[in-house]
């Protein structure tokens, strides 16, 4: 399975945001998912049991086997329904009043489920619901958006004819967290571990992080794992602005020429670091942002 994930900033310098993004299947999306959750023998969401994380700092320590907040991608609610019997009639679908599908009866009742199926993933960025063919009696309504708010809802299914069905999982239920994302601070990932040498917070020392994020099915078994370096570069970004700030104010007109030098510099720095990350030059990228670092210690603000 291909497992992806991405890091971005929150808080100033001190909170980032670990998401998952690793695709999965499901036809209200407009591009195709191949190698992600619940494409061929991959595991879905639901047959997570726990992730962990791996991370080594700018300084080279590491920190393995990190649980952060008990986190694990959010999960969507869902219903689920068995057509049990008849040859003639209508069946229309709704979860708490929000229209889902409907279909007359062709042919069999497996034709009856593809019906549904394709009409309701036709108009699901609409209804904010889809369908899934279990087997070609059974259906699954599921939420198109993750978490426990889609929990606990009527999945309703009006009939004519002599259409019969039997509820499955109704109301909706398996709705798991809000998002696929967790927040984490620099004491999540040491923990009561010893911190890093002057990278303790809480503001995270701008550097390049290893992050390995690793899954494990229901049965403690490692199904996957990813590996990415990721530049903080929060800091520094933080005094290119105060300087830029700095530039425009009437007061800085003394050593104006000498800031902007310097700013361009920072800013060169800052991209030749993002450059050689992009390279796999981890140590070079460290480097270089220490070095932009230490232009911002000297620039003198107060000018």
């Not at 039997?166 to 998002?179: L, N």
Request: charge should be negative.
């Amino acid at each position: 399975m291909k497992l992806d994930f991405s890091i971005s900033t929150v808080t100033c310098c001190s909170k980032y945001k670990l998401s998952d993004i690793t695709c999965e299947t499901e036809p209200c999306e407009t591009v195709a998912c191949t190698d992600g959750y619940g494409i061929g023998s991959n595991i879905t969401k639901y047959d997570i049991g726990k992730t962990r994380f791996n991370v080594k700092f700018p300084d080279g320590t590491m920190y393995n086997d990190i649980n952060i907040k008990d986190f694990v991608p959010a999960t969507k609610a869902y219903g689920q329904f068995q057509i049990t019997g008849g040859n003639e009639g209508v069946i229309v679908v709704d979860v708490n009043g929000v229209d889902v599908s409907n279909s007359y009866f062709f042919t069999n009742i497996e034709t009856v489920v593809d019906n549904l199926v394709n009409t309701a993933n036709g108009k699901c960025q609409t209804s904010g619901w889809y369908m899934e063919k279990v087997n070609a009696d059974t259906v699954k309504v599921i939420s198109k958006n993750p978490g426990t708010t889609y929990n606990g809802l009527d999945v309703n299914v009006g009939l004519s004819g002599n259409l019969t069905v039997t509820m499955v999982d109704d109301p909706t239920a398996y709705g798991v967290g809000t998002d696929n994302s967790v927040e984490f601070e620099i004491t999540d990932l040491y923990g009561t571990n010893t911190p890093p040498t002057g990278n303790s917070g809480p503001d995270f020392q701008d550097g390049v992080y290893e992050f390995t994020y690793i899954v494990y099915n229901k049965s403690n078994v490692e199904v996957a794992r990813k590996q990415k370096c990721v530049l903080f570069d929060c800091n520094v970004q933080k005094c290119v602005k105060d300087a830029i700030i700095k530039l425009g104010d009437d007061c800085c007109s003394d050593c104006h020429d000498e800031l902007a030098e310097k700013v361009l510099l920072i800013k060169s720095k800052l991209e030749q670091a993002k450059a050689q990350l992009e390279k796999g030059l981890s140590d070079c990228a460290n480097k270089t942002i220490k070095s932009a670092n230490k232009i911002c210690t000297n620039i003198c603000l107060d000018c």
